[in-house]
T-cell receptor, first 111, second 114 residues
Framework: SQQGEEDPQALSIQEGENATMNCSYKTSINNLQWYRQNSGRGLVHLIL?????REKHSGRLRVTLDTSKKSSSLLITASRAADTASYFC???????????FGKGITLSVRP | SQTIHQWPATLVQPVGSPLSLECTVE??????LYWYRQAAGRGLQLLFY??????ISSEVPQNLSASRPQDRQFILSSKKLLLSDSGFYLC?????????????FGEGSRLTVL
C-alpha cells in the first residue's frame, strides 16, 4: 500500500510564484524524501529530511516535517518553467529496505 | 561516480510473449537494488528488491520475476506477458546496505503489451 499521499494532485502556477506541495503519511518514519520526475524520465532525488528534523533547505527548496501531524510540505520558491514536473514524496519506515511512494503531484509552471 | 543503466528504453510486446528488462549499476558495490512499476498517472509500485546476489524479495504477487545474477545486475522477467503488465518500469539502487537512504533511478523502460 502507498503510505505517502500528496496534495494537491495537480498545481498550476505562474512563473515567479511559490509552489507548495503537501504530503501526509500514516505510520512512523525514519525519514521522508521528495523526488522529482520529468515526463517520461526516471525520478531524481531532491531532498531527505530525517524524523528528528523539522525543516531543511536546498537552494530554492524548503521542506518541513511535522511528525505529530504525520505531514510534510515541499516549497519551491520563485518557480521557473523548468520546475514543471511531477513531485513525489516517499517515506522510509526504517524497519526494512523499502521506500513507499505517493501518487505524485503534477506541477505546471506557466512562463 | 556511480551510474545506472536500464534497457531497453521502450518495448512493445504481444500478450503471451516473454519479457526481459535489464539494469546494471556502475561505480559501487553491494548496492540494494529495486524494480518499481509506474502505471499511467499513478505512483510507484515496488515490485522487487534485492540486498545481495541471489537474494530477491517480492512485494506483490504477479507473473513477473526478478533475478540478480551478479552484484550490480538486476533483471526483471516474465514468461508470458499480460495486458496489465503495461507500464513504466524503473530500476533503482541505494548505497546504504540495511537502510533506505536516497534512491538513484534509471531512466526507465516503457513496456506496452498489445
Amino acid at each position: 500500500s502507498q503510505q505517502g499521499e500528496e496534495d494537491p494532485q495537480a498545481l498550476s502556477i505562474q512563473e515567479g510564484e511559490n509552489a507548495t506541495m503537501n504530503c501526509s503519511y500514516k505510520t512512523s518514519i525514519n525519514n521522508l524524501q521528495w523526488y522529482r520526475q520529468n515526463s517520461g524520465r526516471g525520478l531524481v532525488h531532491l531532498i531527505l529530511i530525517r524524523s528528528n528534523e523539522r525543516e531543511k533547505h536546498s537552494g530554492r527548496l524548503r521542506v518541513t516535517l511535522d511528525t505529530s501531524k504525520k505531514s510534510s510540505s515541499l516549497l519551491i520558491t520563485a518557480s521557473r518553467a523548468a520546475d514543471t514536473a511531477s513531485y513525489f514524496c516517499a517515506t522510509d519506515p526504517g524497519a526494512n529496505s523499502k521506500l513507499t511512494f505517493g501518487k505524485g503531484i503534477t506541477l505546471s509552471v506557466r512562463p | 561516480s556511480q551510474t545506472i543503466h536500464q534497457w531497453p528504453a521502450t518495448l512493445v510486446q504481444p500478450v503471451g510473449s516473454p519479457l526481459s528488462l535489464e539494469c546494471t549499476v556502475e561505480g559501487t558495490s553491494n548496492p540494494n537494488l529495486y524494480w518499481y512499476r509506474q502505471a499511467a498517472g499513478r505512483g510507484l509500485q515496488l515490485l522487487f528488491y534485492s540486498v545481495g546476489i541471489g537474494q530477491i524479495s517480492s512485494e506483490v504477487p504477479q507473473n513477473l520475476s526478478a533475478s540478480r545474477p551478479q552484484d550490480r545486475q538486476f533483471i526483471l522477467s516474465s514468461k508470458k506477458l499480460l495486458l496489465s503488465d503495461s507500464g513504466f518500469y524503473l530500476c533503482a539502487w541505494t548505497r546504504l546496505a540495511g537502510s533506505t537512504g536516497e534512491l538513484f533511478f534509471g531512466e526507465g523502460s516503457r513496456l506496452t503489451v498489445l
